[in-house]
């Protein structure tokens, strides 16, 4: 089954304690990318990545961190999370940018006190 | 930044009305897409319109695009309350852009029996 798989789904963590995200497709897709959902706000991008080891930021990349080594895999790190960091985080993928549709994870559903 | 942005925020009606959503954006685009979301759950493609077309159709969907107001229309007709949900529009960077997506703030759409 096509899909896109993030994990953990729920995560409540402490302030600048390291976590990262991660998302997986198998659909052999080019394009990856990350999104935080705000109440009222949409979603809004944080990084994308075109295809392996070439990423680009978004609208809101400040406190995170992405990389892509495997076309599969693109993890969302958080290198010291804060209370403003408190999201639901979507990852998509597409076959090649924007210009395509998108594929969604479940969502990830991260706490930070 | 924002570039789409939805009219109404929120809108009820009745099962076998229709329901019509608006999106605005701000800069020139390569297509325009429309997504569903199901209560805090993954976004789920409904339809893609690229610049050079003006409308498109799939199922009980209409879409439309003037290029020149810088606006799309999601139109769902004989509505039924599992059509409740949150819409989004979401946009291309466009030519300065790039790769970026950009989604609006989304209409909820309550539909009842």
């Known amino acids: 089954e096509a899909q896109v798989t993030q994990n953990p789904r729920y995560l409540i963590t402490v302030t600048g304690k390291k976590l990262t995200v991660t998302c997986s497709q198998n659909m052999n897709h080019e394009y990856m990318s990350w999104y935080r959902q705000d109440p009222g706000l949409g979603l809004r991008q944080i990084y994308y990545?075109?295809?392996?080891?070439?990423?680009d930021k978004g609208d809101v990349p400040e406190g995170y961190k992405v990389s892509r080594k495997e076309k599969r895999n693109f993890p969302l790190i958080l290198e010291s999370p804060s209370p403003n960091q408190t999201s639901l985080y979507f990852c998509a993928s597409s076959f090649q940018g924007s210009l395509y549709e998108q594929y969604f994870g479940p969502g990830t559903r991260l706490t930070v006190t | 930044s924002q570039q789409g942005e939805e009219d109404p925020q929120a809108l009820s009606i009745q099962e076998g009305e229709n329901a019509t959503m608006n999106c605005s954006y701000k800069t020139s685009i390569n297509n325009l897409q429309w997504y569903r979301q199901n209560s805090g759950r993954g976004l789920v493609h409904l339809i893609l319109i690229r610049s050079n077309e003006r409308e498109k159709h799939s199922g009980r969907l209409r879409v439309t695009l003037d290029t020149s107001k810088k606006s799309s229309s999601l139109l769902i007709t004989a509505s039924r309350a599992a059509d409740t949900a949150s819409y989004f529009c979401?946009?291309?960077?466009?030519?300065?852009?790039?790769?970026?997506?950009?989604f609006g703030a989304g209409t909820r759409l309550f539909v009842k029996a």
């Open positions: 990545s075109m295809n392996v080891e070439v990423t």
């Open positions: 979401a946009t291309d960077g466009g030519i300065t852009g790039g790769f970026k997506t950009i």
